[in-house]
């Protein structure tokens, strides 16, 4: 059973560049959330998509966007990066959204990113 | 707003002896309650969850927490520290959007 995968597992960017950052969700899940870590900090909310549609947003600027596939995999698209866009990001995986707020959701290894 | 707040950024104790990470939360209605732990250049890994079925809670790895409402605490306990425990450890509370709010993480150590 095939959990949560990410690619790529490290990046190098410099200022002004574009990324994008993919997630395959874990088998039999259909929602996928994006988190920022920054180093030595847990994990930010980023936003969250389901049925190929954004659905929750955290605190961030529209230079983050994303996608969600039919299959239900994921990219996390970050535009005009600065040297603070460097992090590790997280993809998280869980089946729904909104009432069942008991499921946990299951992590990916994540992606470095780092900004020159 | 739901929010998490833990006590300890760094513990250290000596292997064979009991840990406890301290997590107080916030929620204007019964929350839903998680540990996560997190080694070295690692995603994240649930060790246990809280859903309002019992107050006593046990996860993976012999870990346990207790959900306390009068204290809103949600503390994360081990009798007997193993090394391989050493990593960074989150307790999160899930909103009812289904977006996880992280604590900020408390570094365990495990001394030999």
């Known amino acids: 059973d095939a959990g949560v995968t990410q690619s790529p597992t490290h990046l190098i960017k410099t200022r002004g560049q574009q990324v994008t950052l993919r997630c395959s969700p874990k088998?039999?899940?259909?929602?996928v959330s994006w988190y920022q870590q920054a180093l030595g900090q847990g994990p930010q909310f980023i936003f969250q998509?389901?049925?190929?549609?954004?659905?929750q947003r955290g605190n961030f600027p529209d230079r983050f966007s994303g996608h969600q596939f039919p299959n239900y995999s994921s990219e996390l698209n970050v535009n005009a990066l600065l040297l603070g866009d460097s992090a590790l990001y997280l993809c998280?995986?869980?089946?729904?959204?909104?009432?069942?707020?008991?499921?946990?959701?299951?992590f990916g290894d994540g992606t470095r990113l780092s900004i020159l | 707003a739901q929010s998490v707040t833990q006590l300890d950024s760094h513990v250290s104790v000596s292997e064979g002896t009991p840990v406890l990470l301290r997590c107080n939360y916030s929620?204007?209605?019964?929350?839903?309650l998680f540990w996560y732990v997190q080694h070295p250049n690692k995603g994240l890994q649930l060790l246990l969850k809280?859903?309002?079925?019992?107050?006593l809670v046990k996860g993976i790895n012999g870990f346990e927490a207790e959900f306390k409402k009068s204290e809103t605490s949600f503390h994360l306990t081990k009798p007997s520290a193993h090394m391989s425990d050493a990593a960074e450890y989150f307790c999160?509370?899930?909103?009812?959007?289904?977006?996880?709010?992280f604590g900020a993480g408390t570094r365990l150590t495990v001394k030999p």
């Open positions: 998280a995986s869980s089946l729904g959204i909104g009432t069942d707020s008991n499921q946990p959701q299951h």
């Open positions: 088998s039999g899940h259909d929602t």
């Open positions: 998509y389901y049925e190929e549609e954004e659905r």
């Open positions: 929620s204007s209605y019964s929350p839903s």
């Open positions: 809280y859903t309002s079925a019992a107050t």
């Open positions: 999160v509370v899930n909103t009812y959007r289904n977006d996880m709010r």
